[in-house]
């Protein structure tokens, strides 16, 4: 197997003894689009500053088209395109001269740049607005021009750290289907996300990371597939109201587990389970109906979630809740 970017043993210990990245190796494959996902604080911008030669780890290496992060920098810097969390175009410019200084700053010459600028705005959809202040933009179109920046030197490898943060619905997707043909032109991408649709959409393949280690990895549904079922959520009032319901079910042997408030029922099928458990959801402020998803992957592996997200169908299920009490 080749390895594109290949992570070994990596750790960075901040001032202050903060343990950002602990021990984490991974393998990135030549062409595919590799996910870090997990929850804020989890380290995945210190891997990739690491991975990007920004920032020394304490221990580990890593290798990228085989060149070392620690004793080849400048070999790593010329292959590699990266999308920074924080925004780091110019709004008082142009997007045409954010770009095109980018590509000035890479040596190209000025009808060499001029191509290049082009090439990169066109790619991402902002030709048309290419002489527009950057302060104009929409936050969509201003994660586009990051993407063009990172992308005026033709990287083989693109790293993208939580390119989609903010952004509403459309423009993810919109940017979601820009990533896909960077994938097609044979770009091997690195990608880190809080959001798990996001991970689940994209990527070749994910690892779960959290508290600064790999807690799992592998396609969305190899980590999937292991949980099974659907699942049911009833939300309590509280911990105790939770446990006291997950005692009752449980005794009439239903699958269940309690995290917080939440009390999640996994059934083979959640349409015929409910109508059992109907008797005992009295004290049920909504109920949630989920199939495995990497959220749950999550949930299931650290007893927490992802983020606090109002699920689509929330509504719904409010509504019947309501109509199974009365
Ligand atoms: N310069 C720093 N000095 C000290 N601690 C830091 C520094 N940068 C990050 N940390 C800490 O390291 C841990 C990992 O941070 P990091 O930014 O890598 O996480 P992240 O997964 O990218 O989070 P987010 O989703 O919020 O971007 C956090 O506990 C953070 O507070
Ligand atoms: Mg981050």
Not at 96 to 104: C, L, M, P, T
Not at 184 to 205: C, F, N, P, Q, V
Not at 237 to 250: D, F, I, P, T, V
């Amino acid at each position: 197997m080749e390895c594109a970017v290949e992570a070994e043993n990596l750790v960075k210990i901040y001032p202050g003894n903060v343990k950002a990245v602990d021990n984490v190796s991974f393998c990135i494959k030549r062409g595919e689009i590799y996910s870090l996902l997990g929850p804020n604080g989890a380290g995945k911008t210190t891997t990739v500053k690491m991975l990007s030669t920004l920032l020394k780890p304490t221990s580990g290496d890593a290798r990228v088209l085989g060149h070392s992060i620690v004793k080849e920098p400048n070999k790593v810097r010329r292959i590699i395109g990266i999308v920074p969390q924080e925004l780091t175009s110019d709004d008082e410019m142009t997007g045409w001269n954010n770009v095109y200084i980018q590509a000035k700053l890479y040596g190209y010459t000025r009808s060499e740049a001029e191509k290049r600028t082009r090439e990169a705005l066109e790619f991402m959809d902002l030709l048309d607005v290419a002489n527009r202040k950057v302060s104009t933009y929409s936050g969509g179109m201003r994660r586009r021009l990051e993407i063009a920046m990172s992308l005026v030197h033709q990287p083989e490898i693109l790293y993208m750290d939580e390119p989609t943060l903010g952004l509403d619905v459309q423009s993810r997707r919109h940017l979601w289907n820009l990533i896909t043909q960077l994938k097609k032109e044979g770009i091997t991408i690195l990608l880190t996300t809080h959001y798990m649709e996001e991970a689940e959409s994209l990527s070749d393949r994910v690892a779960i990371i959290d508290h600064g280690r790999i807690i799992a990895e592998g396609t969305p549904a190899e980590l999937t597939s292991k949980l099974g079922g659907e699942r049911i959520h009833l939300i309590m009032k509280s911990n105790n109201e939770a446990e006291q319901l997950a005692n009752r079910l449980s005794g009439l042997g239903f699958n269940v587990k309690v995290f917080n408030e939440t009390l999640v029922v996994t059934v083979s099928n959640a349409a015929k389970a409910i109508p059992e458990l109907a008797p005992y959801l009295s004290n049920v402020v909504e109920v949630r109906i989920t199939r495995p998803n990497l959220e749950e992957v999550f949930l299931e592996l650290t007893g927490r979630r992802l983020r606090d997200e109002e699920p689509i169908d929330s509504f719904r299920y409010r509504v019947m809740t309501r109509r199974l009490r009365r």
